[in-house]
């Protein structure tokens, strides 16, 4: 026999979902950073800002977050290496939306797999949003 779902509880479980899924900012500049994280809190979205690659790997609480913003020039380990090491180190990589003030950093992407996105600051944040919120429901 079937187990049956009511669509409250589909409800319950998207809503559940979304609710425990957090996103990672990794940004060495605190202006971006609290800025970001503004912008996710008024959107209902968890965050977690951290100034350098180094701390967020510090950082093990056992949870991975449903997506990484990252910088892709930090102080100390690039936002590059970072999502290499991620890769490599501790996989499966979070869906990774790079930013960068660079163009030329951005268009280094091109020939790897590991962007999920990529935003060149200043980035309209609606543009930001688009990206991250399907992730949550992921």
Not at 3 to 21: I, P
Not at 96 to 102: D, G, K, P, Q, V
């Amino acid at each position: 026999m079937g187990q049956c779902v009511s669509m409250a509880d589909q409800t319950t479980t998207a809503v559940d979902s979304v609710a425990t899924s957090w996103v990672a900012i990794i940004d060495d500049h605190q202006s971006m950073r609290s800025c970001l994280a503004r912008v996710m809190r008024m959107e209902g979205i968890r965050a977690r800002v951290y100034p350098s690659a180094e701390q967020y790997l510090d950082d093990s609480d056992g949870t991975a977050p449903c997506c990484l913003v990252l910088d892709m020039q930090l102080v100390g380990m690039s936002g590059l290496e970072l999502a290499e090491f991620l890769e490599r180190e501790r996989p499966p990589l979070p869906p990774t939306i790079f930013i960068s003030a660079h163009e030329d950093l951005l268009a280094s992407l091109d020939c790897g797999n590991l962007a999920y996105g990529r935003l060149r600051k200043p980035f309209e944040i609606d543009a930001l949003l688009a990206l991250v919120t399907p992730l949550l429901r992921a």
